[in-house]
């Protein structure tokens, strides 16, 4: 991770002078550079950091849910690399974006949701739609374009959906989706319930003028609305330093008045502190916060990336560092498991993986009745 991105280099500034009134605390970072290159000892130092970190976040939080974190980590992990192995014999067609690498941001902040709350995220999909409740079947089922899929094999890999998990997509049009989530956000403030909508975007979406015209909105309605921005530093195969003028994403919601915080992604404990944080905000104050959670993706943008715009130097830097081995090995230190529970889970989630291939497999195609329903356009 670059060194902006270890907590510990948040500080705190108080913005008193908003034209909204808010005079709540605003987390402001340091603003270092982003660049390609990574400092194996900087990296190193910041590990060791990390897992200071992690020994006092543990205590905080029950062991049981901590089992559950780690145990749903894994799924993702396992899920995708299944996906992977299926894309490439045929089984999976059209695009495939896979989230390996990401997933302390998935289940660190949606972990910390209640049922009613609501999440829209983009088109790296799928382990976000398992965590907010929609069954690994369902999730490969739609990914092989069978009836048994999330929405009945039409969406495909970007385009799960559930509301009745209250998921609202998968979408394909980057950065489409922060003004449908700010309106989730709006329709919700309207009913008078106190749910909170969570909007996952990657950091090059953030180039996007919805990004700008939804963050000004949600503020002046005071929405409660929680941005969570996965900077995973590219975008297809153009990296940030080479696309934003401003490397600080958290910098860009001072412009609106806006709480921000700067989050390590590789750290599912910060991530579910901040995003706990972020909730209060949201449902006791109805104001927005924005999240910018550094990341790393392990695999290509999508299938089809050749991967030529980074060197594998960086990615091995990167995978070292890698979310659940950390988390994994901070709860065996901490005794809230052993090697063998960790084995167990592990084959746990191996095991309704494979239950989610076979159940895709022997799904069947839509029905040739289905090709003109839920169809919206003339
Ligand atoms: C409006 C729009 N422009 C361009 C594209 C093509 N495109 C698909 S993914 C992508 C990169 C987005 O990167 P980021 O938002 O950082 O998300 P990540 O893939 O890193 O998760 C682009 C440019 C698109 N889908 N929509
Ligand atoms: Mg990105």
């Known amino acids: 991770m670059p060194k902006t991105a270890a907590r510990q280099k948040t500080t705190t500034k108080t913005n008193k002078g908003t034209s909204n009134g808010n005079d709540k605390t605003v987390k402001q970072k340091s603003d270092e550079p ?40 894994v799924l993702g992990r396992i899920f995708e690399q299944k996906c992977a192995e299926v894309y490439r014999i ?17 289940i660190g902040t949606m972990m910390a949701l209640r049922d009613d709350d609501l999440v829209i995220t983009a088109y790296r999909d799928h382990v976000q739609a398992m965590v907010k409740g929609i069954s690994p079947e369902a999730v490969m089922a739609e990914l092989y374009g069978r009836a048994g899929g999330v929405v009945g094999g039409k969406g495909g890999s970007m385009h799960m959906f559930s509301q009745e998990h209250n998921f609202y997509g998968g979408h394909g049009i980057v950065g489409g989706q922060i003004g449908v989530g700010t309106g989730m956000a709006y329709a919700q403030k309207y009913k008078g319930n106190d749910n909170v909508t969570l909007c996952f ?18 503020q002046l309605w005071k929405l409660p609305c929680i941005y969570i921005c996965e900077n995973n530093k590219y975008g297809m195969g153009t990296s940030q330093a080479r696309a ?19 989050v390590d992604g590789m750290d599912v404990l910060a991530v579910r502190e901040a995003t706990e ?30 991967g030529k715009y980074r060197s594998t130097d960086e990615i091995k830097q990167y995978q070292e560092r890698d979310p659940i081995f950390l988390f994994k090995e901070s709860l065996l230190e901490a005794k809230i498991i052993t ?14 993986v494979e239950k989610a291939a076979k159940f895709a497999d022997e799904s069947p195609l839509p029905d040739e009745s289905e090709l003109f329903t839920d169809v919206y356009a003339d």
């Open 201 to 218: 975007f990657g950091e090059a979406a953030v180039n996007q003028g919805m990004f700008h015209e939804s963050l000004n909105m949600a």
């Open 277 to 306: 944080r972020a909730i209060k905000r949201a449902r006791e104050e109805s104001l927005p916060t924005l999240l910018e959670i550094r990341c790393y993706r392990f695999m290509g943008h999508s299938m089809s990336d050749p």
């Open 244 to 262: 934003m003028s401003i490397s600080s994403i958290a910098q860009k919601a001072e412009g609106y008045g806006i709480a921000s915080e700067f």
């Open 339 to 352: 090697a063998k529970d960790y084995e167990e889970l592990e084959n746990r989630a191996k095991e309704a």
């Open 90 to 106: 045929g089984k999976i067609g059209g695009f495939c974006h896979l989230y390996i690498g990401q997933e302390a941001v998935a």
């Open 34 to 73: 982003i660049t390609d290159k990574v400092n194996p000892k900087v990296s190193q130092s910041e590990h060791r950091q990390r897992k200071q970190a992690q020994k006092d976040s543990i205590k905080r939080v029950e062991p049981a849910t901590l089992r559950e974190m780690l145990y749903q980590m």
